[in-house]
């Protein structure tokens, strides 16, 4: 599934999980045009967390409850780990291999973890919807849109 038809997906899961909301009225309006007002410039109710314009904040908020965010760090040290020797022996002394390089050079071993992270999102594996913030696996998110949108059908 490409990122556009899971942002797509996730909007209409977002919009399944949502109440149009009549903020000037204070009222739920599901038939997309508030009874009291005639207003149809509706906000999105997500019983629970509250209302907004919108559907980005919901995916945020179905995400953060539904799926854990990828730790970037943990990916980028276990490929380190993967590719070098565990521990480092300098002398008589053995260091953890990944340590040594984040303390020797945090600023070197953050750029290579950025580039490591944004390779991975260039191939299409990891995604995320507040530039960078948090991060999600595309497989995690297929199975997420595929249980909602069968709930929904």
């Known amino acids: 599934m490409c990122i556009e038809n ?3 997906s996730l909007e209409k899961i977002a919009f399944q999980k949502t109440i149009p909301f009549c903020y000037q009225c204070y009222k739920e ?61 300098i002398g008589f002394m053995e260091f953890s291999t990944v340590e040594l390089m984040k303390n020797n050079d945090p600023i070197y071993w953050s750029m290579a973890q950025s580039e490591y992270v944004d390779g991975l999102a260039q191939d299409e594996q990891l995604i995320s919807f507040d530039n960078g913030s948090n991060y999600y696996w595309i497989h995690d998110l297929e199975s997420y849109i595929e249980e909602n949108l069968e709930e929904a059908a």
């Open 6 to 8: 899971i942002k797509s």
């Open 29 to 89: 309006a599901p038939t997309g045009t508030c009874k009291t007002c005639m207003s149809d410039d509706l906000m999105r109710l997500l019983p629970e967390f509250g209302c907004e314009y919108g559907t980005e904040w919901v995916v945020e908020e179905l995400l953060k409850e539904e799926l854990e965010t990828v730790d970037t760090e943990e990916i980028f040290e276990q490929v380190i780990e993967e590719c070098y020797e565990e521990t480092t022996k």
